[in-house]
Every structure is written in C-alpha cells, then in structure tokens.
C-alpha cells in the first residue's frame, strides 16, 4: 500500500463520477476596494464615464483586499486603497502573493511621496494615483500598455509548473494529486492537475471526475489554445482546483509535438498560481519537453532496484538544474522492502539524496480517519514548502533526507 494515499475529507463521501460540479464563476474585469464613502462616490463616478458599469467597489480597502482575495477569484484589475496603511508596500507583496497570475494592480492614496511610489511600483503595482482619483488618470493607469513596454512584476507574474515524474508504481500520480489538493486547500491556490498520460492517466478517476477531450484537442491543436478553450477543456473539482485529463483508447494515435506541450503549459501559466504534471515515464520528445520547461521537476522513487536504476538515469537525463529549474527527489515507501530493500546509504553512493523521505507506514491507514491522516499532510506539506518556501507545522513521522 502507497504510503501516501489520496486525502478525502472524513464528512463527505466522494461524489459520483456522473455528479455534475458547478463551475466557478470567471474573473471579474474590475474590482476596488477603497477605504472611505467618498472615495467610493467619486470612483464609481469614474467608472461610469469610463463605461465600466459591471465593476465592483468595495470598502474596507487594502486589508479588505487581502481578506477577499485570500478565498475568492482575483479581478482582471484591481483597484486598492491605501490611505491610512501602516506599511503599504509590505501589504501590497502580500497581496501580490495572493492574486493570480496576469493582474493589474492600480493603488490610490492621500500621500503625495516619491519614496512611496518607488516603494509601491518595487512591490508591484501598475500605478499609483493620489487622490481625488479623477476620469483621466484612472483610463490612463487601466490602458493598455504599448508593446514592449515594462510592465508590473504582479501583472507579468506566470504560475510554476511542477513536473512529477517517477517509475510506474511508486506513487507518482498519488503524490501529484496530493500536491494539487494541499496547494489548492490549505494555501488557497488556484490549480491546474495536468494529467499527460492520454490513455491511462489516473487523476480524473481519483478525484471522481469525468475525463473531456479538451486535453486531446489543446495537443493537436495548439493554435486553438486560449482563455475559452481552457475553461471549457478544465474538469472542475472545487473552486480551486481544475483537472485536464483524458482517457483515449488504447487504439487509438495520440503523438503530438513538443511544442503542443509548450503552448499549453504556456497558456496555463497565465490563468494558474500551480500547474501541477503528472509526467508518464515515456521518454520521448513531448514529454521531455515537459520536464525541461518546469520549475520543479519532482522525482519519485521507491527503494527497489529497478526504481533506483531508473531514477539515476532519470538524474542524468535532467541534469544538475539550476535556480529556474530544480530538481527533488522524494523516497515513497521507504523500508517497505525490508532488509532487500536500497537503503538511503547505498543511494547516495550513486548521487541519489532524497530531500524528502516518507516511511512505509501500512498500519497507518488501516482504518483511514482525519487522525490517523494527519502523517500525510505533513509529508505533503513538506513538499509543498519545498516548492513554494511557507512553512508546514510540525513533522511527527516524515523526514528531511539527509
């Protein structure tokens, strides 16, 4: 039994296959949040020469903000106010953390100081307006910007691609859903589970999600691939999580280019905080492609021979990595072979050092409770803080290899 198994909330049983999931809402064009009546009174004035009579205005503003953004879809553009912020540049590199890719930031204010706008452009706003906010400054911040020109570190953020990769058998599919699921849960991400295994893949059935042709057709025809086609291609599991799977038959011709594989990736890092892939152990040129471009290539291993053989030249196929892209290696199951198994020594005789190691624990999940699960999460927040750099709780059974 896999060490990590694929965490179900102890309250709800899955949904049938044939349930349908409602489909989140899509962005918004324009929200603000603003801190005063009258701030409110003359944005909306703004807005209403401008013609953008479907943007929503809020109070509250920049703590409101980051409260609202924390559990709900991230705007096209995003109006906050900083009046009466202690730290405004710092609020606004946590609110840069929680907007999706590919958003505006525009902040207005009652201060009138060039170190304050040097602070604010460096922490990723578009542009700052001092208030009273007028008709023309505000078209002005939310015009488009001419080609070439230097955009806002928040507004030309794209999502982290995690490739997973591993022998057949060793986890690597579990652990990839795993990983969806904690990002999409307890870090309030907005993910992307790509499943690259046309014929055979396996994530849509965990999650209890009908496979669409989406994928099949976004691979065979790239130049289709934009933000439509993806929402219709994505299989919803919750607001915050999204599946593109398939399930071709085993008949049937599935090559496709490298370069399909690219364009997707590439399309979905603008709508993604996470594109998680599950990678198949076919080493061929798309999906090669796949593990060249990711920031994160995650290497799943068991402590058999077969695995060890694999996952060294695995290694040599990817390379050292670098700070754009790394590499990780994570032992599932370890000490399940017994005395017959590769021990971490004897691995890292071959350059093989885990940097995350999780026991075989078969007892574990005898009779799976919220309790006894408690162990997973850890081992999957370990690697989630490994990816994203925020800190998990404590770790009782999993461990940093050495």
């Known amino acids: 039994m896999n060490a990590i198994q694929v965490l179900k909330s102890p ?181 992307l589970l790509l499943d690259l295994d046309l014929q055979n893949g396996e994530c849509a059935l965990a999650l209890n999600l009908r496979p669409t042709p989406g994928l099949r057709e976004a691979l065979a025809n790239p130049v289709r691939v934009d933000g439509i086609f993806l929402e219709r291609a994505m299989a919803p599991h919750s607001e915050r999580l999204f599946v593109m799977s398939a399930e071709e038959p085993l008949t049937a011709d599935t090559d496709f280019g490298a370069e399909a594989v690219e364009a997707l990736v590439g399309a979905l890092r603008a709508q993604f905080h996470y594109i998680i892939a599950d990678v198949p152990r076919v080493h061929s040129a798309p999906y090669r492609r796949a593990l060249d471009i990711a920031d994160m290539r995650v290497v799943v291993a068991d402590q058999t021979l077969r695995s060890v053989r694999d996952t060294v030249r695995l290694h040599a196929a990817l390379g050292e990595g670098n700070a754009s892209h790394r590499n990780l290696l994570v032992v599932n199951r370890s000490a399940e072979g017994g005395r017959h198994a590769v021990t971490l020594k004897e691995m890292a005789k071959v350059g093989l050092r885990p940097k995350i190691v999780i026991p075989f624990r078969p007892k574990l999940f005898a009779a799976p409770d919220q309790a006894r699960l408690g162990g997973s999460v850890k081992a999957v927040a370990a690697l989630a803080t490994e990816i994203s750099g925020r800190m998990p709780g404590r770790n009782p059974w999993w461990r940093f290899g050495r």
Request: charged content about 20%; aromatic content about 2%; glycine content about 8%.
């Open 11 to 191: 309250l709800r049983s899955p949904a049938p296959i044939e349930k349908a999931v409602k489909r989140p809402a899509g962005r918004v064009r324009l929200m603000a949040f603003v801190a005063d009546r009258q701030s409110e009174a003359t944005l909306n004035a703004c807005l209403s020469d401008l013609s953008l009579t479907h943007a929503t205005i809020k109070g509250g503003g920049i703590a409101r903000a980051i409260e609202h953004l924390g559990a709900e879809r991230s705007p096209e553009n995003l109006i906050v106010d900083i009046s009466g912020a202690d730290m405004p540049a710092s609020q606004l590199h946590d609110l840069a953390e929680l907007c999706e890719p590919g958003v505006t930031v525009i902040a207005i204010g009652d201060r009138n100081d060039v170190g304050l706008y040097r602070d604010l452009v460096q922490a990723g706003v578009s542009e700052y307006i001092v208030k009273p906010v007028t008709t023309q400054l505000l078209a002005k911040a939310l015009s488009p910007k001419p080609r070439g020109a230097e955009s806002s570190p928040i507004s030309r953020k794209l999502g982290t691609v995690v490739a997973v990769v591993g022998r057949g058998g060793v986890g690597t599919t579990t652990l990839s859903i795993n990983l969806a699921r904690y990002f999409a849960n307890q870090q309030d991400r907005r993910i």
